[in-house]
């Protein structure tokens, strides 16, 4: 049995008027071949599908893998080139019994609006139709027609913060190993899509009526009711008119009176999928008096590098400074211009650092202050989790600034934004602050929950705001919820099922 595996992985954020180029990828590294095998550090869904077919003695070809950060639409030429590379590979290892490939699922171009649909369509006209394609996906993804025509499996994390990469990377190639090896009872995928969107950071499987639905399907797994199942919150800052929320199950038989249920309990929990925001004035106050020993976590999803946003947003830093207050804070954010400026200032002494607005102006306005140097590092660290736990991080050369009791972590990438070793490791130890500043909508839960006193949503600028009414979406169907009320009527059943 010859299975090749691939990888072409990216967030797309509509709102972000800066195109990805092939340099977001180059930070993770362009693997090929046998790199695949090698360099995974154990807990992607890349890992999770090689260990699969290891275990099951399988022929594995491996061929690319692409990985970057959320970001705007992909330069439709870095999609092109993947292409060009992925179909040689593919085309040298033909015959192939199945393909397993890693992708978010929420990914638009500059030329296209379903670049993980384009992708599937593609490799499916090249293997042929008797090769099983099967494919792990973002519980953020963006399902459409395309994406389920061309794959038998899609497979979405169960977990959000996402924890479970290469437990979604194992059921993937699981589901793709069971098709093969008993034809004769044949997996079956069935879909029903929801016209609507949530606020990332409305939501979690930690706890809460999200995270009790959940539950409830895993329950028909556990029962063997069905063989799996993947509930699909669609990434609320993709401005396409294609796809939307998502139920999926994988059976043998008809499991059409399951999903109905599954759809109707998520259709009717929209309404649960809302912020409590507020403003980082009222925050910063709160966080003044907190005198518990664990830190009062503010949330600025608006500008998360996780959902596209480009982490340079200093309006925190600027309500510190306009309030002229003493709180402690530790914060973050991308600045090359202030890291370079503290390179030449040197540890140890003052300067006047202009910080903030130095990729984006339009989001947000820049902070010009008196900062001590504190500290300078090349930026590389160890995510220790439990979200990818062992990840190694490049921010580039990055520098910690001090302005009266607030320190500032500037760098020229912000990667890990929830995870405490961005802090921890360049010597701002999180919890010795008041509060504590994460650019990540829900990502930070899995570290920060044990440790925060609190944790507030704040109403900051940005492209991955949580107050969805306020950016300018254009492509969506009109009935389309939030911006429309929904009911089950229009909940979609494809007439196609695999």
């Not at 389920?148 to 990469?165: I, Q, S, W």
């Given at each position: 049995m010859k299975i090749a595996i691939c990888e072409f992985h990216q967030e797309t954020n509509s709102f972000n008027p800066f195109p990805s180029p092939l340099e977001d990828y180059l930070v993770f590294g362009l693997w090929e071949g046998e790199e695949l095998l090698k360099n995974g550090n154990g807990s992607s869904a890349l890992d999770g599908m090689i260990h699969v077919l290891e275990e099951n003695k399988v022929q594995i070809v491996p061929t690319c893998r692409m990985w970057a950060n959320a970001a705007g639409p992909v330069e439709a030429q870095v999609v092109e080139d993947y292409w060009k590379n992925l179909s040689r590979r593919l085309k040298e290892a033909l015959p192939l019994d199945g393909v397993c490939i890693s992708l978010h699922g929420a990914t638009q171009s500059t030329a296209s609006q379903d670049v993980c649909g384009d992708l599937l369509e593609k490799i499916r006209q090249l293997v042929g139709p008797s090769t099983i394609l099967s494919a792990s996906l973002d519980l953020h993804a963006n399902i459409t027609e395309k994406m389920?025509?061309?794959?038998?499996?899609?497979?979405?994390?169960?977990?959000?913060?996402?924890?479970?990469?290469?437990e979604t990377g194992s059921r993937a190639a699981s589901l793709c190993l069971q098709r093969l090896k008993n034809p004769q009872k044949p997996l079956h995928t069935r879909c029903i899509h929801l016209p609507m969107i949530a606020p990332a950071s409305s939501y979690t499987t930690l706890f809460g009526p999200f995270s009790e639905l959940m539950r409830h399907a895993e329950h028909f797994v556990e029962e063997k009711k069905i063989a799996d199942f993947s509930i699909f919150q669609r990434q609320p800052w993709l401005d396409v008119g294609v796809g939307g929320s998502a139920v999926l199950t994988v059976s043998e038989s008809d499991s059409s009176k399951l999903l109905l249920e599954l759809a109707r309990r998520f259709l009717n929990l929209r309404h649960s999928f809302h912020s409590d925001i507020r403003?980082?004035?009222?925050?910063?106050?709160?966080?003044?008096?907190?005198?518990?020993?664990?830190?009062?976590?503010?949330?600025?999803?608006?500008?998360?590098?996780?959902?596209?946003?480009?982490?340079?947003?200093?309006?925190?830093?600027?309500?510190?400074?306009?309030?002229?207050?003493?709180?402690?804070?530790?914060?973050?954010?991308?600045c090359a211009p202030a890291v370079r400026q503290a390179f030449q200032t040197g540890v140890g002494k003052t300067g006047t650092?202009?910080?903030?607005?130095?990729?984006?102006?339009?989001?947000?306005?820049?902070?010009?202050?008196?900062?001590?140097?504190?500290?300078?590092?090349?930026?590389?660290?160890?995510?220790?989790?439990?979200?990818?736990?062992?990840?190694?991080?490049?921010?580039?050369?990055?520098?910690?600034?001090?302005?009266?009791?607030?320190?500032?972590?500037?760098?020229?990438?912000?990667?890990?934004a929830g995870d405490l070793q961005l802090y921890r490791h360049h010597g701002m130890e999180p919890l010795f602050y008041q509060m504590v500043a994460v650019k990540t909508c829900t990502s930070f839960r899995a570290s920060y929950l044990p440790v925060a006193s609190d944790i507030i949503e704040a109403d900051t600028p940005g492209a991955a705001s949580s107050n969805l009414l306020t950016l300018p979406f254009r492509n969506l169907p009109k009935r389309f919820y939030?911006?429309?009320?929904?009911?089950?009527?229009?909940?979609?059943?494809?007439?196609?099922?695999?």
């Open positions: 389920l025509k061309n794959a038998e499996f899609l497979c979405g994390y169960h977990t959000y913060p996402h924890v479970d990469f290469y403003s980082v004035q009222e925050i910063i106050h709160v966080a003044e008096n907190n005198a518990t020993g664990k830190p009062l976590v503010l949330v600025d999803s608006a500008d998360s590098t996780n959902a596209g946003a480009n982490g340079d947003s200093a309006y925190i830093l600027h309500e510190i400074l306009r309030l002229n207050s003493s709180v402690k804070a530790a914060l973050s954010l991308r650092f202009t910080i903030g607005a130095s990729i984006n102006s339009s989001m947000s306005a820049p902070v010009t202050l008196q900062a001590y140097v504190q500290s300078l590092h090349d930026g590389i660290y160890t995510q220790e989790g439990p979200a990818k736990r062992g990840l190694v991080n490049h921010l580039g050369p990055t520098a910690v600034l001090k302005f009266r009791n607030t320190s500032i972590l500037v760098s020229e990438q912000l990667l890990g939030p911006f429309a009320e929904i009911d089950e009527s229009d909940l979609t059943i494809p007439k196609r099922f695999r």
